[in-house]
């Protein structure tokens, strides 16, 4: 478990360099001196709140609870997906959010491919399965970095790379609402929506790779760690 004081403890280093200028130097002219002390404030009470719940995150990542959403993903991977895929016919079509970008001639052309029944099934599959897809995947891979980054590092902003999965969590929410969006309105087009739903998901698939990527190196690190005797 973590120490409910460790947080705070951590921050001090962040937090008491900027108090000392700000007594000891505040006339200084320089941008932060510029900032109100209300805003300064908020700056660091949302710091404060993006830390502990970093932390908080660091404190749930057992065993047990990894195990739960690798079984959730699994399942909407292996089992739901492919399922309501062939109900609705569109097992062997190419769904845009596997895409890494597309032009909107492209995905409109997609979304004729579908056919009536098809694009019926769109509304199943992106807008309430994979909408609770980003709720399963997005906490897994933040479980299992955190469960990495414990003990491998100590610095803040490394340590708080566990969060980034729901930046990938926000582009797949944004990138379904663009495709749900076009799929409901066709055979009507809104380029502009297609390119920030292409945008969305290139981000979308950017992010997924720096953490897969992250996890990798954690992973390495460990490994090495364990594998060097202490000295």
Not at 1 to 22: E, H
Not at 133 to 156: D, E, F, Q
Not at 194 to 214: D, H, P, Y
Not at 215 to 223: D, G, M
């Given at each position: 478990?973590?120490?409910?004081k460790?947080?705070?403890?951590?921050?001090?280093?962040?937090?008491?360099?900027?108090?000392?200028?700000?007594?000891?130097?505040?006339?200084?002219?320089?941008?932060?001196?510029?900032?109100?002390?209300?805003?300064?404030?908020?700056?660091?009470?949302?710091?404060?709140?993006?830390?502990?719940?970093?932390?908080?995150?660091?404190?749930?990542?057992?065993?047990?609870?990894?195990?739960?959403?690798?079984?959730?993903?699994?399942?909407?991977?292996?089992?739901?997906?492919?399922?309501?895929?062939?109900?609705?016919?569109?097992?062997?079509?190419?769904?845009?959010?596997?895409?890494?970008?597309?032009?909107?001639?492209?995905?409109?052309?997609?979304?004729?491919?579908?056919?009536?029944?098809?694009?019926?099934?769109?509304?199943?599959i992106?807008?309430?399965?994979?909408?609770?897809?980003?709720?399963?995947?997005?906490?897994?891979?933040a479980?299992?970095?955190s469960?990495?980054i414990?003990?491998?590092?100590?610095?803040?902003?490394?340590?708080?790379?566990?969060?980034?999965p729901?930046?990938?969590?926000?582009?797949?929410?944004?990138?379904?609402?663009?495709i749900?969006?076009?799929?409901?309105?066709?055979?009507?087009?809104?380029?502009?929506?297609?390119?920030?739903?292409?945008?969305?998901?290139?981000?979308?698939?950017l992010?997924?790779?720096?953490?897969?990527?992250?996890?990798?190196?954690?992973?390495?690190?460990?490994?090495?760690?364990?594998?060097?005797?202490?000295?």
């Amino acid at each position: 478990m973590i120490n409910n004081k460790g947080w705070q403890m951590n921050l001090l280093p962040t937090f008491v360099p900027l108090l000392q200028k700000q007594n000891n130097k505040p006339n200084k002219a320089c941008k932060y001196y510029r900032i109100p002390d209300t805003e300064k404030l908020k700056i660091m009470v949302l710091y404060t709140k993006v830390y502990m719940f970093s932390e908080w995150l660091k404190s749930r990542s057992s065993i047990f609870n990894i195990l739960l959403f690798l079984v959730g993903f699994i399942t909407l991977t292996v089992f739901i997906f492919p399922y309501f895929k062939t109900h609705y016919g569109l097992q062997n079509a190419v769904l845009l959010d596997v895409l890494f970008g597309f032009s909107p001639e492209r995905a409109y052309d997609i979304i004729a491919s579908y056919g009536d029944y098809g694009r019926k099934g769109i509304f199943v599959i992106t807008g309430i399965v994979d909408f609770i897809y980003p709720l399963v995947y997005g906490p897994l891979l933040a479980l299992l970095l955190s469960r990495l980054i414990i003990k491998l590092s100590t610095t803040i902003n490394i340590r708080l790379i566990n969060l980034l999965p729901f930046v990938v969590v926000l582009f797949d929410f944004i990138e379904n609402t663009g495709i749900l969006f076009m799929t409901a309105n066709y055979p009507a087009k809104s380029p502009p929506i297609a390119w920030l739903t292409s945008v969305a998901g290139i981000f979308k698939w950017l992010v997924t790779g720096v953490c897969i990527v992250t996890l990798l190196i954690l992973l390495i690190k460990k490994a090495n760690k364990k594998a060097t005797p202490n000295n």
